[in-house]
């Protein structure tokens, strides 16, 4: 076992610790894409030949092994489940909406929206929309699968869609968050690669074709469109062998690369479990971060727990 990881309590085994390494994969994912967000994969080569190093910077200017929105959005929202617990959609917006007073380094302009209408009406609810195709939603939904493990996939589904509607109401990042946060709960359940691509990626692209990732070969820049992000993670997860070159795939894409980051490190994190992440990795993430993602996953597997007895 890392030694990063203290020994998980008795009876849990290596389901607490694939949870926390799903957590810790979000938060490293983030910090190495950060560094080369908004890059493109030509200008990622030039400058760093492949980018694979916990080294900050980044134009958001980050310390070496700091994250981005995308972890911090899903400690508040993990923060929120805690509170009330159980996702409630009143709790998660006011706990985004304490994370974007406190400044964040960084906030996407759908989820400013979502929040700047909540304070005005109260509504934990945005209005559908065919523009709010982001993955915001996505890219925090982890707590809500290590919260739901256990529970029915229907609760699962509408704990997605609770978190979610705060500020993406759309069908195709519902779509894609509820299809995260099962790929994630399957994992800790057993599931392999083949069985998350099989029973969760497949139906995906059945019911959404936009998802499609096998014929398209969409290795440039993946924008903060939920469909681009999920084809660029699902190729890294799925034609890689390893929790570091699933990371390394995914952001030397570029593009919305924390982003990519984040989502594929909770992915790759919930299957290949501590033992295969790079300690150089686990040991540069910043430390009161790595903290607060080994707490919460315990914490929240805790709630699921009791939910499901």
Known sequence: MNDVFPPPPEGEGSRLTHAIAAYLGLAIGDALGATVEFMTPREIAAQFKVHDQLIGGGWLKLKPGQVTDDTTMALALGGS?????QVDAHAAARAFDAWMRAR?????????RGLLAFRKTGDPKMPSSEHDAGNGAAMRVLPVALATLGLPEADARAACRAQAHVTHNNRLSDAATETLALMVRDALLGADKLDLLHHRAHPLVRDHPEFAFRAVRQRLNPSGYIVETLQAVFQAFFDTDSFEDCLIDVVNRGGDADTTGAIAGMLAGAVYGPTAMPKRWLHGLDAATRHACETQARQLLEIGARKSA
């Not at 960084?106 to 989820?111: F, Q």
């Open 81 to 85: 489940i805690l509170e009330a617990g």
């Open 104 to 112: 964040p380094v960084d906030i996407g302009s759908t989820v400013r």
